[in-house]
Nanobody
Framework: QVQLVESGGGSVQAGGSLRLSCKPS?????MAWFRQAPGKEREGVAT????????YYADSVKGRFTISQDNADHTMSLQMNSLKPDDTAMYYC??????????????????WGQGTQVTVSS
């Protein structure tokens, strides 16, 4: 089992920035952020592969969000800039020992964090 401890999140006005972090208890091949707004499906936001640092983003966040990972303790971060009200959601950290090309598929991740709320007001 891998424990994922999330931090960050909060409330911000549109155009503002927030940073989320997720510290894993062990090394995993892939780590990702998903988000779920009320009444909507959980969707993939971004992922990073530990080997090589490959990253992928949802079209809705490209150019605004940046995912990164600390090589020392594998902590993953998501820097969110130019936030919009549509970014309001519960954000979840996810991880798996395997790196899937279907990074946006929640079923490809075995381990999940407890979630952290991001609220963007207009």
């Amino acid at each position: 089992q891998v424990q994922l401890v999330e931090s960050g999140g909060g409330s911000v006005q549109a155009g503002g920035s927030l940073r989320l972090s997720c510290k894993p208890s062990a090394y995993t091949c892939s780590m990702a952020w998903f988000r779920q707004a009320p009444g909507k499906e959980r969707e993939g936001v971004a992922t990073i592969y530990a080997a090589g640092g490959t990253t992928y983003y949802a079209d809705s966040v490209k150019g605004r969000f940046t995912i990164s990972q600390d090589n020392a303790d594998h902590t993953m971060s998501l820097q969110m800039n130019s936030l919009k009200p549509d970014d309001t959601a519960m954000y979840y950290c996810a991880a798996d020992f395997y790196c899937s090309d279907r990074w946006y598929d929640r079923s490809k991740y075995s381990f999940w964090g407890q979630g952290t709320q991001v609220t963007v007001s207009s």
